[in-house]
Nanobody, 126 residues
Framework: VQLQASGGGLVQPGGSLRLSCAAS????????IAWFRQAPGKEREGVSC????????RYADSVKGRFTISRDNAKNTAYLQMNSLKPEDTAIYYC????????????????????WGQGTQVTVSS
């Protein structure tokens, strides 16, 4: 599956953005889908994912209650709605897909994701 992320930009603290991840080459519902982010000088961090087997959703503690992941199978696209953005949310955001049974592992480990989009920059600043 090929992934194309979009929707990043510059937003003020407290603002909102919606990222999109368009899939091609395969149907997205055959995969677990996740959003990761990487800030300068920091490791790549799992933000949220939808588990393939049961549709359960995981969030990093830092974004719980502010970010919402979703998937539209008809459009073969995943989304990350980001509200109440903070300067510390500034990063390059990547979408990724996995066929690994993530229900048997905890967290959102990037090592299990084989397909990655190109990244979209999100900057939260006044």
């Amino acid at each position: 599956v090929q992934l194309q992320a979009s929707g990043g930009g510059l937003v003020q603290p407290g603002g909102s953005l919606r990222l999109s991840c368009a899939a091609s080459g395969s149907t997205l519902d055959a995969y677990a889908i996740a959003w990761f982010r990487q800030a300068p000088g920091k490791e790549r961090e799992g933000v949220s994912c939808i588990i393939r087997s049961d549709g359960s959703i995981r969030y990093a503690d830092s974004v719980k209650g502010r970010f919402t992941i979703s998937r539209d199978n008809a459009k073969n696209t995943a989304y990350l709605q980001m509200n109440s953005l903070k300067p510390e949310d500034t990063a390059i955001y990547y979408c990724a897909a996995s066929q690994y049974p993530l229900e048997v592992v905890g967290g959102i480990p990037p090592v299990f994701f084989a397909s990655w989009g190109q990244g979209t920059q999100v900057t939260v600043s006044s």
